[in-house]
């Protein structure tokens, strides 16, 4: 069994099972099995299947936040936010299974006709993180189920009660077995057996950068189509003439949401140099006021992180960034409570040879730099292998354009710190990854295209 520890105090929440490779392949096998059903089945009872499963979790959304908060560490009132984000994606693509239209197209011939529809891609399989262990998890299911697809979860192994009970409650809703399998292992081993099963033909991963790039590769041997959501380095940039006050709640929100590990937490914050000093005091006396602790309660706390591996790569960050200079405004060490508890830190005047200007630092650190023209800020936005999102503040619509435009990101948000819904296209570019999840470019990664030709219709 691998067994799940609270990372607010270490106590053991729960056990999921190891499976050996048998059991894996044979969760494979019936997915394999059951594609041939599924697929044939009518978009609309797809839909009102997920719709069902949706129903049931609704009602019973505190359990879910409350694994949530013990597995996680993220608080109560984030769990409860991120059940909702999760629904949204079920609900859409309930939805979606009925709209996946083909097309026709005026043929070249005589006595003939084109028609062109899109048939799910067959078995899938998917591997999510611990930092949203409801969201991600939802997002990829519910979209290939519409699109008719089966699929194969396997989930972070920090986080699988969470995914566990989201099986438990398909299954309630009617969601039969074969059509969403779950397995949890060795993740090397289960990512070489969804990889190199020719029977899979679409794998949607969630994670960092260097396991995308290893399941990227070994798809190249079966070609297996994938959808790859990794790591990224989003800067935050606060113009001049930015609604100050915006700004500010936008980049704490943005920031402290599940403590900073997310992928598209503001990495680098690019201030103005004619806001910039009042900014920064802003930003710490908001900051400082803000309590941390244990999540399960209701109103917003700033949880812990992850695991010790997490909290080590954010101190080492945090001094290699005071080494290189950087003036420390708040935190910067292991808050009082201790184990995985790290102080809410900013750190301002930061030079662009830190590590933290180039890698994630994936905790609740504002790395703050100063800069003084739109075009240096983004040449230096730019300058970073990542391109997942990109947020922006200014009040200028010509500049605001031209960032949408300049700025190397799947997602640009100007005048918000908030991201995410299913009907928005979620995903990035260079080394952030490909395809695009949520939306109805979402679905589009689970079908093929299939061309039909019918001649000889004069006859
Ligand atoms: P993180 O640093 O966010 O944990 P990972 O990429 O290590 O990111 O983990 C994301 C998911 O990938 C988890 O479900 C994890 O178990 C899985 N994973 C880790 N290593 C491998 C691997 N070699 N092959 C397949 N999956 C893996």
Not at 205 to 232: C, D, I, N, Q
């Amino acid at each position: 069994m691998i067994t799940v520890y609270n990372p607010a105090n270490g106590t053991v929440v729960g056990q999921a099972p190891e499976l050996s490779l048998d059991e894996v392949k044979a969760a494979i096998d019936r997915a394999c099995a059951a594609f041939p059903t599924w697929s044939r089945r009518l978009a609309k009872e797809r839909g009102d299947l997920l719709r069902a499963w949706f129903d049931l979790v609704k009602t019973d959304k505190r359990i879910f936040a409350e694994i949530m908060v013990q597995e996680n560490g993220k608080c109560l009132s984030e769990a409860l936010g991120e059940i909702d984000y999760g629904l949204g994606f079920i609900g859409w693509y309930a939805e979606e299974a009925k709209r996946v239209y083909g097309d026709t197209i005026p043929t070249q011939a005589t006595g003939a006709a084109v028609m062109v529809v899109k048939e799910p891609v067959g078995p899938t399989a998917a591997i999510t993180p611990w930092n949203f262990p409801f969201m991600m998890i939802c997002r990829k299911i519910a979209t290939a189920l519409a699109a008719g697809c089966t699929m194969i979860i396997k989930p972070s192994e920090e986080t699988p009660l969470t995914a566990y009970k989201l099986l438990e409650y398909a299954r309630r809703a009617g969601i039969p077995e074969g059509v969403f399998e779950m397995v949890t292992g060795n993740p090397k081993e289960i990512g070489e057996l969804f990889t190199g099963d020719t029977r899979i033909r679409k794998i949607s991963f969630t994670g960092s950068t260097a396991v995308g790039k290893l399941l990227a590769s070994a798809s190249g041997a079966t070609l297996t189509k994938m959808t790859l959501e990794l790591g990224g380095n989003a800067p935050f940039i606060v113009f001049d003439d930015a609604e100050f006050d915006e700004a500010l709640a936008g980049i704490v929100a943005a920031k402290l949401r599940n403590s900073g590990q997310v992928c598209i937490s503001p990495n680098r914050i690019y201030v103005q140099d004619g806001v910039y000093d009042r900014f920064v005091a802003a930003l710490a006396e908001r900051v400082a006021k803000l309590e941390v602790g244990d999540g399960m309660r209701e109103d917003f706390v700033v949880g812990p992180l992850v695991n010790q591996t997490g909290f080590d790569k954010v101190a080492a960050l945090v001094d290699d960034a005071r080494e290189h200079g950087a003036r420390l405004v708040l935190g910067g060490k292991q808050h009082a409570l201790g184990g995985l508890f790290y102080e809410p830190t900013i750190l301002a005047d930061i030079g662009d040879d830190a590590r933290m200007a180039q890698n994630e630092i994936f905790g609740p650190v504002f790395a703050v730099y100063r800069f003084q023209t739109e075009e240096e800020v983004v040449a230096r936005a730019n300058n970073t292998e990542y391109g997942l999102v990109a947020y922006a503040y200014t009040r200028a619509l010509g500049r605001a354009f031209r960032l949408s435009r300049d700025i190397e990101a799947g997602m640009v948000i100007l005048n918000s710190g908030s991201v995410g819904t299913a009907s928005v296209p979620f995903g990035g570019v260079k080394q952030s990854g490909y395809g695009r999840e949520g939306s109805y470019y979402g679905i589009e990664e689970y079908v093929e295209v299939k061309y039909v030709l019918m001649a000889g219709l004069n006859r």
